[in-house]
T-cell receptor, first 112, second 118 residues
């Protein structure tokens, strides 16, 4: 399996519910990012969490990082139909520059 | 600030033809990255360029693929003699500095160029 695998592959919820996506990785990292991709569009950076951080918030987003388990989670609270997108975690590929390893993503569908 | 601009957005080529994809980074960004996304998959790194230099091309196929970022003008990803397996979305991203020194590697992505090989 590859670095940065998301789980579940697909998630379908109703507006107002919370959505949780998980990411596992294999090697040691100094940071982890989450990106969103709307259908047919490019990726948009959501949040970066460094290896010395356990949790980070940005609006309705909450990201956790557990370096001992090599895993991260992205929680979207009070979801909206506009949150419908694919969500990817990304980790540095060896060195700390823009070479990232992306997982295969979680497809989130939020029904109005 | 127009962001990262890619063109064309959609490109159709027949097997054996050449595809040229262009990317203009965000204003003030001098570092460009190309990624490829196959259907239903995540993005795969291809190449990292600075002006007139290829920094890391470890993700580029050994044949038919090349990239450049000239002193003037956009970065170009060139695919010669395309095959059906080259059909994918090609994304360009940019960053304002060498992220090796900043320790943070947040990228700004373009909307992508979708290549279809018939």
């Amino acid at each position: 399996s590859q670095q940065g695998e998301e789980d579940p592959q697909a998630l379908s919820i109703q507006e107002g519910e919370n959505a949780t996506m998980n990411c596992s990785y294999k090697t040691s990292i100094n940071n982890l990012q989450w990106y969103r991709q709307n259908s047919g569009r490019g990726l948009v950076h959501l949040i970066l969490i460094r290896s010395n951080e356990r949790e980070k918030h940005s609006g309705r987003l909450r990201v956790t990082l557990d370096t001992s388990k090599k895993s991260s989670s992205l929680l979207i609270t009070a979801s909206r139909a506009a949150d419908t997108a694919s969500y990817f975690c990304a980790t540095p590929a060896g060195t700390s520059y823009g070479k990232l390893t992306f997982g295969q993503g979680t497809i989130l569908t939020v029904h109005p | 600030n127009a962001g990262v601009m890619q063109n064309p957005r959609h490109l159709v080529r027949r097997r054996g033809q050449e595809a040229r994809l262009r990317c203009s980074p965000m204003k003030g960004h001098s570092h460009v990255y190309w990624y490829r996304q196959l259907p239903e998959e995540g993005l795969k790194f291809m190449v990292y360029l600075q002006k007139e230099n290829i920094i890391d091309e470890s993700g580029m196929p050994k044949e038919r693929f090349s990239a450049e970022f000239p002193k003037e003008g956009p970065s170009i990803l060139r695919i010669q003699q395309v095959v059906r397996g080259d059909s994918a979305a090609y994304f360009c991203a940019s960053s304002p500095w060498d992220t090796r020194t900043s320790g943070a590697n947040v990228l700004t992505f373009g909307a992508g160029s979708r290549l279809t090989v018939l």
